[in-house]
T-cell receptor, first 109, second 115 residues
Framework: LAKTTQPISMDSYEGQEVNITCSHN???????ITWYQQFPSQGPRFIIQ???TKVTNEVASLFIPADRKSSTLSLPRVSLSDTAVYYC??????????FGKGTRLHILP | NAGVMQNPRHLVRRRGQEARLRCSPM?????VYWYRQLPEEGLKFMVY????????ESGMPKERFSAEFPKEGPSILRIQQVVRGDSAAYFC?????????????FGPGTRLTVT
């Protein structure tokens, strides 16, 4: 599984768009990019997954450049309830997920 | 459709006792994964099971830890002779199948405290 690097923490304000970038220089051809969200005292929750270009769902957008060596999770108009840890995961996830420390996003009023 | 259920949510054990953590996957899911999370850390994979089979236990300590997923009933993660270092949150996830096409759904976790 490819190693990922993402910021340890980020602060933002309510109503703003938040972009969290993840580096994965060693991504393999078969690897997907997946983002999970974890609130305190809860299990992680799947947010979005992509392979290339752009993916959008009701929660977020995922931007993946052509070389796929990085990806950016975009959260539009965040609210206080978006305060959580966000994990970027890369791999051909056939049997397990390897989580890093994630990015602690803190939304301020 | 109920989500992944884990019980108990909180478990306190004294050193040397046994801890049994249960996970009921979502209906229709036959793949179960167990993860451990220490405070301020990401989740660490422990074991992956399919009904009655252990597929990958590469993340599970070789001593004191065992896991099963019987044909009937929940998956069980068993920790014998617990030590203080076993204190952590243990999460279980389930999916319909392996591979990146199948999303893993996580349970609320069991918080184990060893005193």
């Amino acid at each position: 599984l490819a190693k990922t690097t993402q910021p340890i923490s980020m602060d933002s304000y309510e109503g703003q768009e938040v972009n969290i970038t993840c580096s994965h220089n060693n991504i393999a051809t078969n690897d997907y990019i997946t983002w999970y969200q974890q609130f305190p005292s809860q299990g992680p929750r799947f947010i979005i997954q992509g392979y290339k270009t752009k993916v959008t769902n009701e929660v977020a957008s995922l931007f993946i450049p052509a070389d796929r060596k990085s990806s950016t999770l975009s959260l539009p108009r965040v609210s206080l309830s978006d305060t959580a840890v966000y994990y970027c995961l890369v791999g051909d996830i056939r049997d397990k997920i390897i989580f890093g420390k994630g990015t602690r996003l803190h939304i301020l009023p | 459709n109920a989500g992944v259920m884990q019980n108990p949510r909180h478990l306190v054990r004294r050193r040397g006792q046994e801890a049994r953590l249960r996970c009921s996957p979502m209906k229709g899911h036959s793949h179960v994964y167990w993860y451990r999370q220490l405070p301020e850390e990401g989740l660490k994979f422990m074991v992956y099971l399919q009904k009655e089979n252990i597929i990958d236990e590469s993340g599970m300590p070789k001593e004191r830890f065992s896991a099963e997923f019987p044909k009937e009933g929940p998956s069980i993660l068993r920790i014998q002779q617990v030590v203080r270092g076993d204190s952590a949150a243990y999460f279980c996830a389930s999916s319909q199948g392996p591979g990146s096409d199948y999303e893993q759904y996580f349970g609320p976790g069991t918080r184990l405290t060893v005193t």
